[in-house]
């Protein structure tokens, strides 16, 4: 899914882009990262290895290559030949100039932004939640909140909870809310309509259509999810609020915040960081928003 989407983006053939990131998930190197051994070697030289199973930037990275080399090599190939012709060599550089290169980055990127926030989180604590909560708007927008799932759920095997995961409840309910503020300044009811529509969608869990629909076209809005998801990801690390099972965040995701030993401050304190998020968002973003006309 991630690589038919990439290609959408990269405008390279969906069906090749799905081949550049299967063969990420080759038996041979998948077992060899199991074993420890090396899987095989190119021109002479250990292609890197890594467990690409849940990765983002490798497949992402993988595409982008491919639709450089793709359009590249259809530029110089007869009309007579580009069927059979482009696809083959696309295929027959790009895989190999993934595995080698392409792929090893992307995993050295998410390995990189994955320790860079449990260093802030060890470190700075409020801070940090409040840093990776303002900027988690940017980091969706982007595509790259996947990389802290591997986080989340090493978190949640070894201690029994995780502290990243709330952070992602505010920032869909600071969608929310920014996206249900900046509608009361819409004029026009289809645009109001579907603003409220995208603030539904971002409280049940699925941020994207608030966020490419409402807040980056309309601009203040977008601050407003950013500054009210902010003071929620600050209040997680302050009230000590602890996600309990790994799961998209969304208002339907609330039961997993119950503390399994019965106590009833983790999904008071949860509430209050939800509720926070949502109002600041829809304030900042009904004040700053100007009236948007049909």
């Not at 595995?99 to 470190?123: E, H, K, Q, R, Y």
Request: net charge neutral.
């Amino acid at each position: 899914m991630l690589a038919v989407s990439s290609a959408r983006k990269f405008r390279v053939n969906e069906f090749l882009a799905v081949c550049v990131a299967g063969s990420l998930l080759y038996p041979t190197p998948t077992a060899a990262v199991e074993s420890g051994e090396i899987a095989f070697t190119l021109f002479g030289i250990a292609v890197p290895q890594f467990s690409y199973s849940s990765s983002v930037f490798p497949v992402i990275f993988g595409v982008a290559g491919l639709s450089l080399v793709y359009h590249a090599i259809d530029r110089f190939v007869p009309d007579l030949f580009k069927l059979v012709v482009v696809p083959a060599l696309s295929l027959m550089i790009v895989i190999p100039l993934n595995l080698m290169l392409l792929a090893p980055i992307g995993a050295w990127c998410g390995i990189g932004l994955a320790n860079g926030i449990v260093w802030l989180f060890s470190t700075l604590g409020p801070v940090a939640g409040f840093l990776l909560g303002f900027f988690m708007p940017l980091i969706v927008l982007f595509g790259m909140h996947q990389s802290t799932s591997p986080i989340q759920i090493a978190n949640i095997a070894q201690m029994g909870y995780d502290y990243l995961l709330p952070v992602s409840f505010c920032h869909n309910l600071a969608e929310s809310g920014a996206s249900f503020g900046a509608s009361l300044r819409m004029k026009d009811p289809a645009m109001r309509s579907a603003g409220i529509t995208c603030a539904f969608s971002a409280f049940m869990g699925i941020s994207e259509p608030a966020l490419f629909t409402v807040q980056v076209p309309n601009k203040t809005p977008l601050i407003g999810a950013m500054v009210g998801c902010g003071v929620g990801g600050a209040l997680t690390q302050i009230l000590g609020v602890k996600c309990f099972g790994f799961v998209m965040p969304g208002i339907t995701s609330l039961p997993v915040y119950m503390d399994p030993t019965g106590a009833v401050w983790n999904i008071i304190a949860i509430l209050i960081c939800l509720v926070a998020s949502f109002a600041i968002s829809a304030g900042v973003a009904f004040a700053f928003t100007k009236p948007i006309e049909p």
